[in-house]
């Protein structure tokens, strides 16, 4: 092995490992936010306020991160009104174009690993809660969504790390 190369290069690997992180970490935690209430509402009994998260799911799971990069990248270039829009400092830079497009892929992912784990959760819990006199949406921010927190992490730790191989397409 070659240790005058790797110490040449090391300063250089340091920067692109900051920015994998640093592009993994934005896309995950914004994913998140946008997958709460897209979890929620795919979890609900209405058919009307499931689908179009469903529509939203569907969409960005059913298509590869790299055809949503250059969809993002390439194809809203093409559209004046973005071109001309408040947007188009951050759009026309390929790191904010990655960050977009890896938030709206891992919300879908995020949304759906919500929605099982809210489904997970015991009957009988949110029975009781309501049985306490806990309205609806209380028993949903104290009982149920806590629970499938827990429930989720798994599969949420499995996502991030998925995330984290996936930024080597950006």
């Known amino acids: 092995m070659n240790w005058e190369v790797i110490i040449k290069w090391l300063p250089r690997l340091a920067q692109g490992a900051t920015l994998?992180?640093?592009?993994?970490?934005?896309?995950?935690?914004?994913?998140?936010?946008?997958?709460?209430?897209?979890?929620?509402?795919?979890?609900?009994?209405?058919?009307?306020?499931?689908?179009?998260?469903?529509?939203?799911?569907?969409?960005?799971?059913?298509?590869?991160?790299?055809?949503?990069?250059?969809?993002?990248?390439?194809?809203?270039?093409?559209?004046d009104a973005v071109r001309q829009g408040p947007l188009w400092p951050y759009l026309r830079d390929p790191f904010w174009c990655a960050v977009v497009t890896m938030t709206l892929h891992t919300a879908a992912y995020i949304?759906?690993?919500?929605?099982?784990?809210?489904q997970a959760v015991p009957a009988g819990e949110v029975e009781a809660a309501r049985a306490l006199g806990m309205s609806k949406w209380k028993a949903l921010f104290y009982i149920v969504l806590p629970r499938a927190a827990r429930i989720g992490l798994p599969a949420y730790s499995n996502e991030v790390i998925l995330m984290l191989k996936a930024s080597a397409l950006a």
């Open 111 to 118: 949304a759906e690993i919500l929605r099982g784990a809210i």
């Open 20 to 79: 994998t992180l640093e592009l993994v970490a934005i896309a995950v935690i914004a994913g998140l936010i946008l997958a709460i209430p897209m979890g929620i509402a795919r979890a609900s009994r209405h058919w009307p306020v499931r689908a179009l998260p469903y529509a939203y799911i569907f969409f960005f799971r059913g298509t590869p991160l790299l055809v949503q990069l250059f969809l993002v990248y390439y194809g809203l270039a093409q559209f």
